[in-house]
């Protein structure tokens, strides 16, 4: 029996493991820092406010609104909304441990706390992942912590068979992020297999079904009160769609994010197919050593398990986007395996080092992502720094006062700079590009400290665009080739 305090000491030691884990992930993205949405959030942040009830996103709506009519902007407290964000997760996680803490605690293995600290860092991969760190490139996405923090707790509800608690909570999720359903589902099958020692049976086989299934209900409920309120309110803002595609597409989506996880996390780690080699060689070995203790139908319950964690991974992405931070779930097809071989075999030591190599190699593939962020950052500021400074010379020589701005992007545009190397979707994209006029309109509004818009957006003249800009391509900044200023009105074609 533990002594009084021993829990408390317990609880502090899990919760201050995970939030080192993820302050050591995303300490990087401390600086102020910005994205396409960002700029456009600066610019008019109703227009993402009201995006989120457009995305059946109601919670942070709700927030944000109010935070708006009390003039807080997300965007303007980058720093304090991040660590609070940050804290939130490291909460989340930490919740997110307690049921298997008991599973552990309860149980005769004897685990020795070193492996005990490392199973624990291998059930929060998600939330250190290189694709989870997208959230941290999006100031305006604070409020989507708490879907982690209300499915973390819908967890621990499920597991003290509070049923109606754990529904309400993962309804609150998804009302919030509905991705969160998935990490609650896949957490909550891998509990259930764990607690029954991995022991196959046909009731355990039926309950992983229906808690998977059941765990989408939320998800149903959302969509089903995104498309009444549509209806009952006429909105001209139609709710976010659910495409399936073809039978051919519906196989090729979770097949193409397998590959393109296992190999090199899209892009956003260094070292090609170690994720599949990690993958292989810990659910290999458990798979062997299950076999070997003749446990055959245990081994059958992993691989059912594991294939349940890639199918409610790709679950989502399958009907509608596959942006990086909605795969952030599919890390745990790397860490239940090596969880489940710290928990079930003697030979912990292998699974320690598989552990130990992938906790570090999303350390530095988030710190990385996280330079490759600001590189991106401070290309962008200094293409718009320079257009103003192109403006301010022209009103100077001239006496003419720029009003009007219309931009154009050359023949081929990248989305992405040469030197940025950590790329995928939104991640470390350009915003030059993108949005163009809002980043002038907001390095302006910096330079001069005011909230004053001093440009309005205009459309390219067709003229100017032939005369200019039409069949050209250029690799760097020339402004002498890609900026035309004619009267009131400045045209610039980003490369």
Request: net charge neutral; aromatic share 18%; hydrophobic share 45%.
């Amino acid at each position: 029996m533990k002594r009084p305090g021993e829990n408390l000491k317990e609880n502090l030691k899990d919760f201050f493991l995970c939030f080192s884990m993820i302050m050591l992930s995303y300490q990087g993205f401390y600086r102020q820092g910005f994205s396409a949405d960002t700029i456009t959030h600066y610019f008019n942040p109703l227009i993402n406010i009201d995006a989120r009830l457009q995305y059946g996103r109601v919670i942070p709506y709700l927030l944000e609104s109010f935070l708006y009519k009390n003039n807080i902007l997300l965007t303007e407290h980058y720093r304090f909304f991040y660590m609070l964000f940050v804290v939130v997760i490291a909460i989340s996680a930490y919740i997110t441990l307690i049921p298997f803490g008991k599973i552990l605690n309860g149980s005769k293995k004897g685990i020795e706390e070193k492996y005990k600290a490392l199973l624990k860092i291998c059930l929060i991969f998600p939330f250190f992942s290189p694709y989870f760190a997208e959230f941290m490139m999006f100031p305006e996405c604070f409020m989507f912590c708490f879907a982690f923090l209300f499915a973390a707790i819908a967890l621990y509800c499920f597991t003290e068979k509070k049923y109606v608690l754990s529904a309400l909570f993962l309804i609150l999720g998804c009302f919030t992020y509905q991705i969160v359903v998935v990490l609650f589902a896949i957490y909550a099958v891998f509990y259930t297999a764990l607690k029954e020692d991995f022991v196959y049976s046909n009731k355990l086989l039926i309950r992983e079904v229906l808690i998977s299934a059941c765990s989408f209900i939320p998800g149903a409920i959302n969509v089903v009160f995104m498309r009444l309120l549509y209806l009952i309110t006429g909105s001209s803002d139609v709710p976010k769609s659910i495409e399936l595609g073809s039978i051919t597409d519906i196989i090729k989506r979770p097949v193409f994010l397998l590959h393109a996880f296992l190999k090199d996390s899209s892009g956003l780690i260094p070292f090609p197919y170690l994720f599949f080699a990690l993958f292989v060689l810990a659910a290999g070995c458990c798979i062997y050593l299950f076999y070997r203790r003749g446990e055959g139908l245990k081994a059958l319950t992993f691989c059912l398990l594991t294939v349940a964690t890639l199918l409610l991974s790709c679950a989502v992405p399958m009907i509608q986007t596959d942006a990086a931070r909605i795969l952030f779930p599919i890390y745990l097809l790397v860490g239940i395996p090596l969880a489940t071989g710290i928990i079930c075999f003697g030979q912990r030591e292998y699974f320690a080092v598989f552990g130990i190599i992938m906790s570090f190699l999303m350390l530095f593939s988030c710190q990385q992502i996280a330079v490759n962020h600001y590189i991106s950052n401070d290309r962008d500021e200094v293409c718009a720094e320079l257009v103003l400074d192109e403006i301010n010379m022209y009103e100077e020589n001239t006496g003419n006062t720029v009003k009007y701005i219309a931009t154009c992007t050359d023949e081929s545009f990248d989305r992405y700079y040469d030197n940025v190397y950590y790329t995928y979707g939104q991640i470390n994209e350009r915003v030059s590009g993108i949005v163009s006029y809002s980043l002038l309109i907001y390095k302006d509004k910096m330079q001069r400290n005011t909230d004053e818009v001093r440009f309005e957006k205009v459309p390219m003249k067709s003229g100017i665009y032939e005369k200019y800009f039409k069949g050209k391509n250029w690799d760097n900044l020339n402004l002498s080739q890609q900026m035309v200023i004619e009267g009131d009105t400045a045209y610039w074609c980003v490369f």
